[in-house]
């Protein structure tokens, strides 16, 4: 008697559905089966997805043996710096996560900019990644290369670096020099990125400098104004410009207006001397201008101060608002709900100018969490989506504070998380 097949009587007489629930099956079975074989990946697998995501290139085979041997022997942070020694890792990677921050588009399609280098040179050098918002630091070419003088009033400079293709890992070719040596700026009056170049065209440009303000919070703590929104701050450094009741209806400023700017003006303070001049008849899109700062002894005929004009736009909105003479500055939200942020315990929470109030954004643990976010976002290639990643995010930021703030070593740790995916 011939045997019965089974199979063939199954697939005659069983029913559409239950026939497509046994091909899912089949098909689940081979999905799991490959999934398995890659979350068990060799050396290999994970130094070329080590390299691929920190260098945005793929490696050599030389190099890709040698950083699947530190892994191999438990050396994840030498097998990552490997992959960090490649120019790409500078020139590539830290450029396309460092750009958007230089503009308000918040495009990856920028030319490279003295906000741009410093970033990328204080990373390559180890340095306090903190000091990137309040250090009298920029980064250039050597000027012995031949490359167009640093400019107040251009980009030639970086755009030519850029062109050129220079080796941004040499640091006798791409280094620190003083900011205020080429800027123009008394040293104390220097902020790191903040009075680069670069931002002042993006964010002292026009408006009443809380601009420069916000995008420093969305790009150095991960933050916009809605996620630091608070309507139990006073309100006394809430300037003119700013209606108490708008469209006639004073709730909108106690519960909306008052949130943000009860917290942002008295912080805002600290940019008061600082404008973007250019010639708006010659040069209307603003290409050619410069970064300005009224210097001790500087008196604006408008404000019959130090203070920039711009801070009494709209004076006559409300004239009873506050009146900034100074640059003095105050951080209410080291009471409420934002001491979340993590100040520093010690700083004072208090004092003048831009160079001490963006120190007390950078010691916070909103700035150093903020890094480590945006770290892992551009080597796992995704957000942080889970319980796991949180923990992790947690880890590595702690890791980076006593690693002394070295921005590397969240690219070591974050890379390491990530290598299997």
């Known amino acids: 008697m011939t045997p019965l ?7 005659a007489v069983a029913p559409a559905w239950l026939r497509r629930q046994r091909r899912h099956a089949g098909i689940a079975l081979v999905s799991a089966t490959l999934l398995a074989t890659q979350a068990q990946a060799g050396s290999r697998e994970q130094a070329l997805q080590i390299h691929n995501r920190v260098a945005g290139v793929p490696p050599s085979e030389t190099v890709l043996l040698q950083m699947a041997a530190f892994l191999d022997a438990g050396q994840k942070d030498k097998a990552v710096q490997l992959a960090m020694s490649n120019e790409a890792f500078y020139s590539v990677v830290l450029k396309n996560m460092a750009t958007p921050w230089t503009n308000r588009e918040q495009t990856v399609f920028a030319p490279l900019n003295d906000y741009t280098a410093t970033v ?6 180890n340095a306090d990644f903190r000091t990137v918002l309040f250090d009298d630091v920029v980064y250039v070419a050597n000027p012995n290369l031949g490359f167009p003088a640093y400019s107040t009033s251009n ?5 030519a670096i850029e062109d050129q293709h220079l080796d941004l890992t040499d640091p006798t070719k791409f280094m620190a020099i003083k900011q205020s040596s080429v800027n123009g700026l008394p040293a104390e009056a220097t902020s790191g990125v903040i009075t680069s170049r670069a931002a002042a065209k993006a964010f002292f440009i026009a408006g009443t400098n ?16 809605e996620q630091v929104h608070d309507t139990t701050r006073v309100p006394d450094f809430i300037r003119q410009d700013v209606s108490r ?4 209806d004073s709730r909108v ?5 008052i949130g943000c700017h009860s917290g942002m003006d008295p912080m805002a303070k600290a940019y008061a001397y600082y404008d973007y001049e250019f010639d708006s008849a010659a040069d209307p899109d603003a290409v050619n201008g410069s970064i300005h700062y009224n210097a001790a002894g500087t008196v604006d005929p408008v404000t019959n101060s130090r203070v920039e004009k711009k801070y009494l736009q709209n004076s006559t909105t409300f004239p009873y608002g506050y009146v900034t003479t100074n640059d003095d500055w105050q951080n209410y939200w ?23 109030m963006d120190k007390e954004l950078a010691y916070s643990k909103a700035f150093a969490s903020c890094q480590v976010e945006k770290v892992f976002k551009h080597v796992c290639l995704r957000k942080p989506a889970n319980a796991a990643d949180r923990s992790k995010i947690d880890a590595i930021t702690a890791n980076f504070a006593s690693s002394g703030y070295q921005l590397k070593q969240v690219f070591i740790d974050t890379a390491d998380y990530c290598k299997g995916e």
């Open 334 to 356: 080291r009471e409420g709900i934002n001491t979340n942020l993590g100040w520093s315990s010690a700083l004072p929470g208090k004092g003048t100018g831009a160079k001490e």
């Open 120 to 125: 990328i040179g204080l990373v390559r050098d």
């Open 253 to 257: 400023f106690l519960n909306g207006c």
């Open 155 to 159: 980009n030639n400079h970086y755009q």
């Open 210 to 225: 809380r601009a420069m303000f916000r995008f420093t919070l969305i790009n150095h703590l991960c933050r916009d104004l």
């Open 245 to 248: 009741s708008p469209g006639g």
């Open 5 to 11: 097949n089974l199979s063939k009587i199954f697939s």
